[in-house]
């Protein structure tokens, strides 16, 4: 599916991945962002079309009222579905400055949100010959680190949710599809971490997964951390643990 002319719901367009997915796809395709804040003013100059819905992702009758207002704006369906916001909380179980009321806040914006905006999209997505949701996935959804057990918790989530709805959407006209992220240098990540990939390539690759119906994109490291948990999931496990990433 080429993305051009398409109504595309995305979440999280305000900052990291997300912004730059709607600067590579904003000029030619509608955007419908979901997020608490508008992406800034010049990345929606640049988006004809685009429409910002203030959303709380971890509120479910904020994200109830996003999808009864994109039902109601958009009669003849809309062509995709992007979950791409998410956040990562830091404090371990065993820090002082852990708050046990993050675990819920944190799986309801990764993983009830993506879950109850596909639910509650379903029939727009069905009105279109072929469309698509594509949920932003992390090597972490593969094999967890040491830190941010909730977070990794909520990938592997993700991951399970996604190949469930595949099978379960085979017969329908909605592909379900992933991309498995290395660490990419956004604001989730300032601080920590090397090597990182620049968003706006991530994004690029992003969008070619879609266009090319690959059902899980792994991108950079993440295609040899999935051969390695194939072949040893131990060595895998040693290797995701031994540091913060
Ligand atoms: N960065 C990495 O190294 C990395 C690696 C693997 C996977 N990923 C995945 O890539 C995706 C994008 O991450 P990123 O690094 O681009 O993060 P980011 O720059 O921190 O952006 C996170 C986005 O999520 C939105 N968000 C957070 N809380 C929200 C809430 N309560 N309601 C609505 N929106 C909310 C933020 O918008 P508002 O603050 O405006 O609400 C923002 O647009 C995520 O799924 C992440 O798990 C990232």
Do not use: W
Not at 85 to 114: G, Y
Not at 179 to 189: E, K, R, S, W, Y
């Amino acid at each position: 599916m080429k993305l051009q002319n398409k109504t595309i719901v995305l979440t999280g367009a305000s900052s990291g991945v997300g912004l730059d997915l709607l600067g590579a796809l904003g000029s030619s395709n509608t955007i419908i962002n979901l997020s608490r804040h508008a992406p800034p003013e010049d990345a929606v100059q640049l988006s004809p079309g685009f429409a910002h819905v203030a959303t709380n992702l971890a509120d479910a009758a904020s994200v109830d009222r996003a999808i009864e207002a994109i039902t109601l704006s958009h009669p003849d369906g809309i062509d995709g579905l992007i979950n791409c916001a998410a956040v990562q909380f830091l404090p371990k179980f065993t820090d002082s400055d852990f708050d046990p009321a993050s675990i819920a806040t944190e799986i309801a914006i990764n993983l009830t949100s993506p879950a109850q905006l596909i639910h509650g999209l379903l029939g727009g997505l069905r009105k279109r010959s072929e469309s698509f949701v594509l949920n932003v996935n992390s090597g972490l959804g593969l094999v967890p680190k040491k830190e941010s057990a909730i977070y990794c918790t909520t990938k592997g989530g993700l991951d399970n949710l996604s190949r469930g709805l595949r099978a379960q959407l085979g017969g329908t006209s909605i592909r379900v599809q992933q991309a498995f992220l290395p660490l990419v240098d956004t604001p989730m990540t300032t601080g920590r971490g090397s090597g990182k990939l620049s968003s706006r390539d991530v994004a690029r690759q992003i969008i070619r997964g879609i266009e090319r119906g690959t059902p899980d994109n792994d991108i950079g490291k993440v295609k040899l951390l999935r051969i390695i948990n194939r072949l040893s999931p131990s060595i895998a496990n040693a290797i995701m643990q031994k540091g913060d990433s």
